[in-house]
């Protein structure tokens, strides 16, 4: 027999879910997901229900709705523009960020940060893929997923000028074909792809 137990506290889901529809609530949609798994798991997942309806109350001018984690996953592939800022536990929203960045093009891209919400403690930023070792000095990586998450710690220093400036050639670059790694399709290599954005961020 094994078990695993995860511990939620009232506190902490209060915490997490404050700041997403904070989140939500700064971006122009306004809209955000919560995400559980409350019909199976009858404890934990519904406390996190209850707190984001209560939570709603601060933030009249956001609109919200719940999804459990196996249909989002659905609704993501099929309906993604219904989604806008998503809130889960760390294991569902582990599963849904892969697949964000699946449907995106690539894990290769995709930024992500580990956020103090009350700044006590420095925030961490870094590439949804991790140290990707098994590819590591091939010139195979896809260096945006590096230079998107250097976008999401400017914005979260209070730096968003510079974000916006750094963001133009990652999305420059990322629309144009013969600048794609593998990953996307391509067989641009790790340098070329830095050598374009950097090479666009100093003619900015």
């Given at each position: 027999?094994?078990?695993?137990?995860?511990?939620?506290?009232?506190?902490?889901?209060?915490?997490?879910?404050?700041?997403?529809?904070?989140?939500?609530?700064?971006?122009?949609?306004?809209?955000?997901?919560?995400?559980?798994?409350?019909?199976?798991?009858?404890?934990?997942?519904?406390?996190?229900?209850?707190?984001?309806?209560?939570?709603?109350?601060?933030?009249?001018?956001?609109?919200?709705?719940?999804?459990?984690?196996?249909?989002?996953?659905?609704?993501?592939?099929?309906?993604?523009?219904?989604?806008?800022?998503?809130?889960?536990?760390?294991?569902h929203a582990d599963i849904l960020?892969d697949l964000a960045a699946a449907?995106?093009?690539?894990?290769?891209?995709?930024?992500?940060?580990?956020?103090?919400?009350?700044?006590?403690?420095?925030?961490?930023?870094?590439?949804?893929?991790?140290?990707?070792?098994?590819?590591?000095?091939?010139?195979?990586?896809?260096?945006i997923g590096s230079f998107w998450?250097?976008?999401?710690?400017?914005?979260?220093?209070?730096?968003?000028?510079?974000?916006?400036?750094?963001?133009?050639?990652?999305?420059?670059?990322?629309?144009?074909?013969?600048?794609?790694?593998?990953?996307?399709?391509?067989?641009?290599?790790?340098?070329?792809?830095?050598?374009?954005?950097?090479?666009?961020?100093?003619?900015?």
């Amino acid at each position: 027999v094994a078990t695993d137990v995860s511990m939620m506290t009232r506190a902490g889901v209060e915490r997490i879910m404050r700041f997403a529809f904070r989140l939500a609530q700064s971006r122009p949609r306004k809209w955000l997901t919560v995400v559980t798994k409350s019909n199976a798991q009858r404890h934990a997942m519904v406390m996190w229900d209850e707190i984001a309806k209560e939570i709603s109350a601060e933030f009249p001018d956001v609109h919200w709705d719940k999804e459990l984690v196996d249909a989002c996953t659905a609704r993501m592939v099929n309906r993604p523009a219904s989604l806008d800022t998503l809130v889960a536990t760390n294991l569902h929203a582990d599963i849904l960020s892969d697949l964000a960045a699946a449907l995106a093009g690539s894990l290769g891209i995709a930024p992500t940060g580990n956020i103090d919400p009350e700044r006590r403690y420095p925030s961490m930023f870094e590439p949804i893929h991790g140290s990707a070792f098994d590819i590591m000095g091939q010139g195979l990586a896809n260096p945006i997923g590096s230079f998107w998450s250097c976008v999401m710690m400017l914005e979260h220093i209070g730096l968003p000028e510079q974000a916006a400036l750094l963001m133009q050639p990652i999305e420059a670059v990322t629309a144009n074909p013969k600048l794609h790694t593998r990953d996307l399709g391509g067989q641009a290599s790790t340098q070329q792809v830095t050598d374009a954005v950097c090479n666009l961020l100093r003619s900015a």
